[in-house]
């Protein structure tokens, strides 16, 4: 089975500070993604990377940024956490971007920023 | 990507089989059907995918009609576990460099009733 693992579930922070949330992937998939899922809003994408070291902005980049040094691994950061950014935080992956390839998610990482 | 339309809610008794039902009526001959559920503060499940035939796998059933324009999801034997929010996707082969592109839209809240 797929398994994508988020370092942390529920996180506290506080405004101003820089936050790290990791991910990690053990099924050798070349594409990587971070999707924020707030009420009524549904997920949106925040960056998504297509392979090592390459990273595209999704929908919602602002006030985010992220790094994939390794093909396992994908972190988001908040360079400045603002009260705005608590939300949960999904990271996936993909094998390719295959016609019928399907994303897997993590458990879902639960900030809060106060 | 086509857009899909659900019921808001359902209810299913435990043991009996739960039929979600989903219309694409705009779906392209390219568009994969995806259907994934969410539990309540945890990440997207896959569950099934299909093109045109129909397909099972050890969770569930899913069913595309001829014309492609609806699908259901069949859990032959409901239980308690799974009450959840189940999401309907469709959407084309992604290029080699666009990522996501996976629009969760509301879904369907299953409640399974003891």
């Known amino acids: 089975d797929v398994k994508v693992t988020q370092s942390s579930r529920y996180l506290v922070k506080r405004t101003g500070e820089k936050v790290f949330l990791e991910c990690v992937q053990d099924?050798?998939?070349?594409?990587m993604f971070w999707y924020r899922q707030d009420p009524g809003l549904g997920l949106r994408l925040i960056y998504f990377?297509?392979?090592?070291?390459?990273?595209e902005k999704g929908d919602i980049p602002e006030g985010y940024s992220v790094s994939r040094e390794k093909k396992e691994r994908f972190s988001l950061i908040l360079e400045s956490a603002s009260t705005n950014q608590t939300s949960m935080y999904l990271c996936?992956?993909?094998?390719?971007?295959?016609?019928?390839?399907?994303?897997?998610f993590g458990e879902g990482s639960w900030l809060t920023v106060v | 990507d086509a857009k899909t339309t659900q019921p808001t809610s359902m209810d299913c008794a435990e043991g009996r089989a739960a039929n979600l039902p989903c219309n694409h009526s705009?779906?392209?001959?390219?568009?994969?059907v995806y259907w994934y559920r969410q539990i309540h503060s945890q990440g997207p499940q896959y569950i099934i995918h299909?093109?045109?035939n129909n397909e099972t796998n050890e969770m569930a059933s899913l069913i595309i009609t001829e014309d492609r324009k609806s699908s259901t999801l069949i859990l032959p034997h409901a239980t308690l576990r799974d009450t959840a929010v189940y999401y309907c996707?469709?959407?084309?082969?992604?290029?080699?460099?666009?990522?996501?592109?996976?629009?969760f839209g509301t879904g369907t809240s299953l409640t399974v009733i003891p």
């Open positions: 996936a992956s993909r094998e390719t971007a295959v016609s019928g390839n399907t994303i897997y």
């Open positions: 099924m050798d998939h070349e594409n």
């Open positions: 990377s297509y392979d090592v070291k390459m990273k």
């Open positions: 705009t779906i392209s001959g390219n568009e994969y």
């Open positions: 299909g093109l045109k």
């Open positions: 996707i469709v959407r084309a082969s992604p290029t080699a460099v666009t990522g996501n592109q996976f629009y």
